[in-house]
């Protein structure tokens, strides 16, 4: 089952009069270090501010792309202009803060979640019809597994590696990884957290359930592992509940363009839908009335 997407049944989503999505869907994303215009159309003066603020201007250019992006996957689930859509944040479950909380639509008032993470090459962005719902992609390098184990890795998964083949070490290392931080971002705690206490069985192929709870959300998770491009590991978390499996990445739909009653849709950036929701064509919600195609 490794690749295939797990989600939960459709709940309320958008604005009066905007369709429900009917489970959660992935996006694909590339992300280029050259600026784009309709990158920065769509982002608000914050954001193009923060942009400016980046030493690197390539990383500037990512986090643009990726942020735009963002935009257009919401805007295209509620119906709404990329540009209209405000973001926020939430208090940290955690601690309270209002300044590292988890990610929030404030306008268009909806039940919506959404989770990005990104290379510097690659993102993805997961939308789920009612929060929360935590992604993560990380590139396949070399890492000071030894040095981070000591301060990420449970004792159970500590030993697991240590039995390993050195050279199957940093795959599993990031299975673990991707799976803790899809979760820590779910919960809205990010890596922040002691993930030492955060176990999510990497000798399994998955989907796996985890324990974690912050403040009074939920404690438990399913988490997927997600079949996104070579050089990737990538994983999905949701809470905990009777699944509802979504076309497998792996089978050849990754990449593939979203069609919605045979009409091709381009949210304009290069964003594709990685995991497609059950039901084939038209699964995925249609587009509103608002939306510029």
Not at 25 to 43: G, I, Q, T, Y
Not at 87 to 99: A, E, V
Not at 187 to 211: C, I, N
Request: aromatic share 4%.
């Amino acid at each position: 089952m490794t690749g295939r997407t797990v989600t939960t049944p459709p709940g309320k989503g958008g604005p009066a009069g905007a369709p429900a999505p009917a489970d959660v869907a992935v996006w694909s994303v590339p992300l280029s270090d050259e600026p784009d215009d309709r990158d920065l159309a769509v982002l608000d003066a914050a954001e193009r501010a923060r942009m400016r603020r980046y030493v690197r201007a390539a990383d500037g250019s990512r986090f643009a792309a990726g942020r735009a992006a963002t935009r257009r996957v919401l805007g295209r689930h509620l119906g709404v202009p990329a540009a209209a859509v405000r973001l926020g944040r939430r208090r940290c479950p955690g601690c309270g803060s209002p300044q590292h909380g988890p990610p929030v639509v404030v306008w268009p008032e909806t039940s919506l979640g959404f989770s990005f993470s990104g290379t510097s090459v690659h993102a993805l962005v997961a939308v789920a019809p009612n929060g929360p719902v935590g992604v993560d992609i990380e590139a396949v390098r070399e890492l000071d597994i030894g040095g981070l184990g000591a301060r990420c890795l449970s004792p159970a998964e500590a030993r697991h590696l240590a039995g390993l083949d050195p050279a199957a070490r940093a795959g599993a290392f990031l299975r673990a990884w991707t799976r803790k931080e899809a979760v820590t971002k779910a919960a809205g705690v990010g890596v922040a957290t002691d993930l030492r206490a955060v176990h999510v069985s990497p000798e399994l192929s998955g989907p796996v359930e985890v324990s974690f709870r912050a403040g009074s959300g939920p404690g438990r998770w399913t988490v997927t592992d997600l079949v996104v491009r070579p050089g990737t590991v990538a994983a999905l978390a949701r809470p905990a509940g009777p699944p509802t499996l979504v076309d497998d990445p792996s089978e050849g739909h990754a990449g593939r363009e979203l069609w919605h009653h045979g009409e091709r849709f381009e949210p304009g950036g290069g964003e594709t839908l990685l995991a497609r929701p059950a039901g084939g064509r038209g699964a995925v919600p249609p587009p509103g009335e608002k939306h510029a195609r």
